[in-house]
Structure formats: C-alpha cells, structure tokens
C-alpha cells in the first residue's frame, strides 16, 4: 500500500511526488494550506470531548478517529496519543515522532493517496468543518516564560523610562531576558479578558491609589510549545534545541502599565501582567515554518559560546494587529510587523532558559516578548504606539486611543506568505470586560 511505503521517504522526496496537492480544496489565502498542517484541540455540540485535529482549508480532520493510520515505526506504537485531549503525550514523544506524524499526514492528505480521499464513510467521521468546532487550549501548560527579545521594543520602552543613553540595560544584549509567568491565566483566543485592578501611583508626589488599570495595553507576541523536555540539572544544548521546539502560536500577553510601573521595581511583573494571556488555538510546526527561515541577525557584542548557532532559526512571519471599538463597523489596523525583527532566536531562548539545569517538559509556553520592528507603524504595544499616552492613535471614525477601552475586541493574525499558499496561524483575539467591583 503506497501510504505504508511513503512513510520511510523524506520530506523532501514526498514534496516532489504530491506537487503540494491536497484533495481538500484550500483557498490560496487560507491560513491552513496543505503546507500547514496545525495541530489543535476541539469539540462539537454532538460530541463534547476535547481531541486533536489538524487544520486543512475550512476543516478539521480529527486524529482519533484516523490514528490506526499512523504505522510508521515511531507512531504505531504510540496511536493512543491521539485519544488524549491535550498534545501533551504527543508532543512527548519527540522530534522523530512529530516529523513521522507529520509525513503521514500529507500522505493521507494527499491528492494522490486513496485511503481518505476515496472513503466515503471514513471522511464523513474524520472531517469537521472549522465553524462547527469549538477551540481550547492546546496543551495544559504546566510554566510559562516570558522573554523580552526584541531590540526595538526593549529600546523604545528603554527611552521611555530611562533616556537614550541608558535605553538597553548592560545585560540586554548579552543574554535573552525573561521571567517566569502565570500559566493558570493563559487562555484560548475568544476568551473575554476582565480589566485588571490594582495599585498605581500616577501622581509620583502622592501616596499610591487602588483601582480599575487605566493603561491597559496588548503586546504583539509569538510563542513556542517545547516538546521532549529534559532532566532537571541537564542543559538543553543549543545545538539540539530544535528539537525540543514543537510548534509556534500567536500571542497577546494583555499588560496593565500603570499596575506594573509601580510594582515591578525590583522584581519584575506581576499583577500588571498575569491576569490574562491569550493565545491562538492552532500550534504551526516547525517543519512548516522552516521554508520561511532567514539568517540571524548579526548579534553584536558576540553571545557566550553556550549562545551562539549559525543555521538560521529567524522566520518571516507577517504579524498585524486590530482594533475594533464599540460602536465601529469594522477593526482598524494599528500596528503591521514581523517576527524576524526579533534580536535572540528561540534556540537561544530555550538554551539559555535550561543552561543553569532548569527542567522544561512538554507543554511549556516560551513566549518572544512584545514583537516590535524599526518603524513606527511595527511598534508592538499601544504603549510604543502612543508613546506612553503623549498621543493618540488613530482608528478612523473619530476614533481613537492611546490605550484599551472596555469593550475593544483586539486581535492578531499573522502568516507566512509562499507561492500561491499561506502558513498561517488563524486569530488570536481577546475582548475587554469592564474591572470587577471591589
């Protein structure tokens, strides 16, 4: 049976024999092209448990129902993994098993293969149409680690606060900064996110006040789920990170500035950032997104050895933000950008997160930090965008901001852009709630 013997061929090979056809019938700009392949979790009304799906076009072909056909060495002895209702187990197995699985799928997906294709009763199990499905979390995501790896973001926010010439702090470009997260607040995109209150004190001559944030802010964010993991006290080298790196999706990491600029001295932030975290419900794998790879940016001073990798790990991803207020009849775009402008790549994340021993396991989030480019139309964060509230930004209208108001629906999308096909990431979309009474 050809799908049998196509498995044990490269990617590579199989690319030349299909031509990248499917016979599901893709629009050239979908987001989920035969060249995609998302892993996710979904549900419908008629059958309410969490399983794993890939997306292909406007459907979902649902793995538990087609996991007897994954009989590649690695696969066929772990099918169960597509019963569970994360992508924990799976993303567990490890690099050659995601790649295995992978090939199976464009195998079954393929205009050439018959297994699906010709199977009436089969596909009428195996497919659902996106619309019927419901979305939720990926992985259970066990820590989240947030870095802050964009030169231009961490420059513009350095101005702000501290003045040109002390814009980068003296570790900055010497390491990929970060800090630990909250994972319990991560939340699938169409989650509302409730206007944090807490602390602030905008008036530097007064004692603080407590209340509703009145600065929130979104941050244009990408992230990684790791896979495989490691033993605590054993470094991930950054020569095999790649593969503990699964799948990449959109991130807002929602901050509320005035809540973190009084408290984050001296130990970073907290309540101005861990309310909410949303990201999108479909995790790209990596093999999808290598096509799209560009060299690394030139990193000057030289990073310590443990730091340095020459293959390229920095991706041409498309990344735009919406705005759309209450009362407005569609969303205005406020911020177009790229995540190749981010300064540390997400190998030497990764290894220097595990460099002191720390444990990583499969389902943790790494996240990039707010995605800023060198124009000001690429500012990632409403903060950059109005420049701490010294001016608006305007959404049209008569419409405009210098940070949210509650009922604004933001969302980011973003895509690699091929030849007559997208690798896209769907939305990531959040709306926010009016703050609780206290």
């Not at 926010?157 to 997260?181: C, D, Q, S, T």
Request: a negative charge; glycine letters at 8%; one cysteine or more.
């Amino acid at each position: 049976m050809l799908l049998t013997v196509i498995l044990f061929l490269s990617e590579v090979v199989w690319n030349s024999i299909t031509a990248e056809m499917s016979f599901i019938n893709v629009d050239p700009t979908s987001d989920f092209s035969f060249h995609n392949l998302p892993y996710g979790i979904f549900s419908t009304a008629d059958n309410p448990k969490h399983r794993i799906g890939v997306a292909i076009g406007d459907q979902i072909l649902d793995l538990s129902v087609v996991k007897s056909l994954f009989q590649g060495p690695v696969m066929s002895q772990h099918q169960d993994v597509f019963d569970q209702p994360t992508l924990n187990a799976f993303m567990a197995l490890g690099y050659e098993a995601w790649s295995e699985a992978r090939q199976t799928l464009r195998v079954l997906l393929s205009a050439r293969e018959s297994t699906l294709r010709d199977d009436v009763s089969l596909r009428s199990r195996a497919f659902v149409h996106q619309s019927a499905a419901t979305m939720h979390l990926p992985a259970d995501i066990g820590d989240y680690t947030d870095f802050y790896s964009s030169r231009d973001h961490a420059t513009n926010v350095g101005i702000m606060f501290r003045g040109k010439e002390n814009a980068l702090m003296p570790n900055w470009l010497r390491l990929p900064v970060g800090y630990h997260g909250r994972a319990s607040s991560v939340v699938v995109s169409g989650t509302p996110i409730r206007r944090p209150s807490g602390q602030m004190r905008p008036d530097q001559t007064k004692p603080p006040v407590f209340g509703p944030s009145k600065q929130l802010d979104i941050e244009l964010e990408m992230a990684f789920f790791v896979g495989g993991g490691n033993q605590l006290g054993e470094p991930i080298p950054i020569n095999k990170a790649h593969q503990h790196i699964f799948g990449m999706v959109l991130m807002n990491d929602w901050s509320a500035r005035d809540i973190q600029a009084w408290e984050y001295v001296p130990l970073g932030p907290f309540l101005g950032k861990n309310f909410g975290t949303t990201i999108s419900p479909w995790v790209i794998p990596m093999e999808a997104l290598l096509p799209f790879a560009e060299p690394n940016p030139v990193q000057d001073p030289e990073p310590l050895p443990y730091l340095q990798h020459q293959d390229a790990y920095t991706f041409n991803i498309n990344l735009f933000v919406s705005l759309k207020g209450q009362g407005m009849a569609e969303a205005a775009t406020i911020c177009k950008s790229n995540f190749k402008y981010m300064y540390w790549t997400m190998k030497q994340q990764l290894a220097h997160h595990t460099v002191n021993g720390c444990n990583v396991r499969p389902g943790d989030l790494l996240a990039s930090g707010t995605i800023s480019g060198p124009d000001p139309e690429s500012f990632g964060s409403m903060l950059e965008l109005s420049w701490r509230g010294s001016k608006t930004i305007d959404l049209g209208g008569g419409q405009t901001r210098t940070f949210l108001n509650d009922g604004d629906e933001v969302t980011i999308t973003g895509y690699c852009q091929g030849d007559g096909y997208r690798v896209g990431f769907g939305p990531c979309r959040g709306t926010i709630l009016s703050a609780p009474q206290h």
